[in-house]
């Protein structure tokens, strides 16, 4: 009988579960398109590393439990919001003499039953999601698309089902509390009980406004200054005075505005604009901590989406250079020269070069000068930082150098043109992106630098930006010395380039592949005490982007579940003032105002409580990119799709929440 009585309850109120229903069918479906995404077939191309699968799988797990305490939160809040908005119906079933155990046994069938509604809804939605993101995943890793298959991953429904379920048993369990606090005479006066407003005093309100102004414009300065490379100390100063500007600005917004627009007789009075700015000022000021909180979620949400995206355009914007590298480090104290030698090493293992496989060997050594006795004038205390923060020791580390021999041999395997070099000159080279600039002669370097009391001529005007092995980390720069350089040269790498030709890439990435993982298992140390490492075009790739794409998974993940949080939080509360206000909608409706002022009210109301935590959000987010911006370089080419996903999710709930509350007003005539 209750089971009956909750789905009738159901039923009848559906327009009133829509919203939460929603929340709770999107919820299901990214939790399960997140987590089925281990099983994809093109993220199981992406790196067969087992550390790094087991590291992806850690990281999916500790996001999926953060995200589901996200949306538990969310979920409790929106029953709450049922609950407040059921308060007379509950309290007539009291009257009736039901007692509160029933209704709780009623409440807990009808969150049992739309829980169950929207977890097999949901799960069948995310069966469907989850296929399109495999193949948006093997589009963002440029993988053959033809290999995606249809997978439904049990692992992650199962995932699904348990933390969704303890979800719904914590909000079975909030409903009983919520019911066994509640009075009769509560429940039954609940729909006359307006929300306090809490700032009065107009010079108050115009102060506070001014200072949460300045609070956000000293945030903005300090953080433009600093960059996110500033001291912790600083930084947190900077983060906590934005989080009480925006505070702040919230709690005065709606008193402000009003004041501003009270001068203004022409709009202020026109059509019933004074009732709007009246709700509004209500709804914002009574609601300012939670706007507070959505507003630097979605700034959150805008940073990451933004990020996101461009980052997915910065994994097509690598050219290979070389098929194979591998590298041997130079042990100085090593008695066998040989077991500094990658070629020596080769030769001892047997190992050949079929015809098709163009290789190039070289020799790099250091030199006795650091890159601060060259450069130290050229840098800023700021560029000295972040060089340091990236792993560039550039006050401690000798000088990288290379002959123009072996450099043209590089340059040759690339079908690049050789370079001559006289014997006071010198080249720079370079395969740090973004650090070139101090190396160019627009800042007014010099042109001649010395090494060992020689001076040289630095030939080149701008580096060359060239990759000379990579299986090594970049560089901060190297020169190119001539032949017959005779200062003195520590061996410090030696190096191997190998380019296969196209008919035969495939057996040779398996024969070199095998080779680097054979160097990986140390298995030649009964041959060679050397320490040799190398991998591929394809390796590289895959580890660059598997963690690019790790990026952009984890922020859409949260983006879209952060966008749904924010949106759904602001409908519910819409909704619910809509319920607690069709005393005022029928008051303007006696002393004759039309339907269609009163749903021009309704979409005004609705559109300024939407706008205001994305506009200062937006605001938010144009600082904070441009902040990463130095570290990141972005393209800015993806800021049309992030503003268009964000106008789908957000202006759907916005769009639901205007029909809904008009519905509310319309049917309670």
């Known amino acids: 009988m209750f089971f009956k009585i909750a789905i009738n309850n159901v039923k009848r109120s559906f327009k009133d579960y829509s919203i939460y229903f929603l929340t709770l069918t999107l919820g299901v479906c990214i939790f399960y398109s997140f987590n089925s995404i281990e099983a994809q077939n093109s993220i199981l191309e992406m790196n067969k590393d087992p550390n790094y699968i087991l590291s992806l799988n850690m990281l999916m797990a500790g996001t999926s439990v953060f995200v589901s305490f996200v949306l538990g939160g969310l979920i409790i809040y929106a029953n709450n919001f049922l609950i407040k908005k059921r308060k007379k119906e509950l309290g007539i079933y009291m009257t009736l003499g039901m007692p509160k155990s029933t209704i709780s046994i009623i409440l807990l069938f009808e969150t049992l039953f739309i829980g169950a509604l929207s977890l097999m809804v949901g799960l069948g939605l995310g069966i469907i999601v989850s296929q399109g993101m495999s193949v948006i995943t093997a589009n963002i890793l440029g993988f053959d698309v033809e290999k995606f298959k249809f997978i439904i991953s049990l692992s992650a429904m199962i995932k699904t089902v348990i933390y969704f379920g303890i979800i719904y048993l914590l909000v079975m369990g909030f409903n009983q509390i919520t019911i066994s606090k509640y009075k009769l005479i509560?429940?039954?006066?609940?729909?006359?009980?307006?929300?306090?407003?809490?700032l009065k005093n107009s010079f108050v309100s115009i102060l506070l406004f001014l200072l949460s102004v300045g609070l956000l414009v000293t945030a903005y300065s300090r953080i433009m200054k600093s960059g996110i490379n500033g001291e912790v100390n600083e930084l947190a100063i900077t983060v906590i005075l934005g989080v009480i500007g925006t505070l702040f600005f919230f709690f005065s917004l709606s008193s402000f505005f009003i004041q501003m627009v009270q001068k203004n007789k022409k709009i202020y009075l026109k059509d019933i604009n004074i009732f709007v700015l009246r709700q509004i000022n209500n709804k914002i000021n009574t609601n300012f901590l939670s706007m507070t909180v959505i507003c630097l979620m979605l700034f959150l949400t805008i940073s990451m989406l933004f990020t996101a995206f461009?980052?997915?355009?910065?994994?097509?914007?690598?050219?290979?250079?070389?098929?194979?590298?591998?590298?041997?480090?130079?042990?100085?104290?090593?008695?066998?020269?040989?077991d500094n030698d990658i070629e020596e090493f080769l030769n001892t293992i047997n190992f050949t070069f079929e015809p098709y496989e163009q290789h190039a060997f070289y020799r790099e050594y250091s030199l006795d000068i650091t890159s601060e006795n060259l450069l130290s004038n050229y840098f800023t205390e700021q560029e000295k930082i972040a060089l340091l923060e990236e792993g560039f020791y550039y006050n401690v580390q000798p000088i990288s150098a290379m002959k123009i021999s072996d450099y043209n041999a590089i340059r040759k395997l690339r079908e690049r043109d050789a370079i001559n070099l006289k014997g006071n000159e010198v080249l720079v080279v370079t395969n740090s992106e973004g650090k070139d600039d101090v190396f160019s002669n627009d800042i007014g370097r010099e042109d001649i630098i010395h090494i060992e009391g020689n001076e040289y001529t630095i030939k080149n005007e701008a580096p060359i930006k060239e990759t000379v092995n990579i299986a090594v980390p970049n560089q901060l720069f190297y020169l190119i010395l001539p032949d017959n350089f005779n200062g003195s040269l520590q061996l410090e790498v030696t190096g191997l380039n190998v380019s296969y030709e196209d008919k035969y890439h495939d057996e040779s990435e398996e024969k070199f592949v095998n080779l680097f993982n054979e160097f990986k298992e140390n298995q030649y140390i009964d041959v060679s005490s050397a320490s040799p490492y190398g991998r591929t075009w394809n390796q590289m790739l895959e580890r660059n982007n598997g963690a690019t794409a790790l990026f952009v998974f984890l922020g859409l993940f949260l983006g879209i579940i952060f966008i749904i949080t924010s949106a759904a939080v602001l409908a519910l509360q819409q909704l619910s003032e809509a319920s607690d206000s069709l005393e005022r909608y029928k008051s303007l409706k006696k002393i004759g105002v039309t339907e269609k002022l009163i749903n021009k009210a309704i979409l005004s109301q609705t559109l300024i409580y939407f706008m205001a935590p994305l506009g200062?959000?937006?605001?938010?987010?144009?600082?904070?990119?441009?902040?990463?911006?130095?570290?990141?370089g972005f393209q800015y080419q993806s800021i049309i799709v992030c503003a268009l996903f964000l106008a789908i999710i957000y202006g759907g709930y916005f769009y639901a929440t205007y029909i809904g509350i008009k519905n509310i007003v319309k049917n309670n005539d």
Not at 186 to 198: G, H, I, Q
Not at 311 to 323: A, N
Not at 616 to 632: E, R
């Open 616 to 632: 200062l959000a937006i605001l938010h987010s144009i600082v904070g990119i441009s902040v990463v911006d130095q570290y990141f």
């Open 310 to 338: 461009d980052l997915k355009g910065s994994i097509v914007k690598d050219t290979k250079t070389f098929d194979a590298s591998a590298v041997i480090y130079a042990n100085s104290e090593d008695e066998n020269p040989k």
């Open 186 to 198: 509560d429940m039954l006066n609940a729909a006359k009980k307006n929300e306090e407003v809490k």
